[in-house]
């Protein structure tokens, strides 16, 4: 499977941003974003299943930003809006495979930059 991620860019605080991830290689059926802002652990931004009809975010997003999917085109969306300062890092898009809580491939990464 490989995922390419893309999108990223330099922003202001308040802006918005949708970044996409295509994969390719197998079907996906559940798919995510994570983050790793500089200096620190990657972590969890958003997931989707094939269907849609799960979808978690955690909570320092919620209500910001909107995973999305279009299984025609086998990519994942995330759409961020009302982006922060803290929101920089670099986001990468990953997909789950099985009944794994941990994923199993992973994009390149894109990085996002939100100046205040």
């Known amino acids: 499977v490989q995922l390419q991620a893309s999108g990223g860019g330099l922003v202001q605080a308040g802006d918005s941003l949708r970044l996409s991830c295509a994969a390719s290689?197998?079907?996906?059926?559940?798919m995510g974003w994570f983050r790793q802002a500089p200096g620190k652990e990657r972590e969890f931004v958003a997931a989707i299943n094939r269907s849609g009809s799960s979808i978690s975010y955690t909570d320092s997003v919620k209500g910001r930003f909107t995973i999305s999917r279009d299984n025609d085109k086998n990519t994942v969306y995330l759409q961020m809006n009302s982006v922060k300062p803290g929101d920089t890092a670099v986001y990468y898009c990953a997909a789950y495979t099985g009944t794994s809580s941990t994923p199993t491939y992973w994009g390149q990464g894109t990085l996002v930059t939100v100046s205040s």
């Open positions: 290689g197998r079907t996906i059926y559940r």
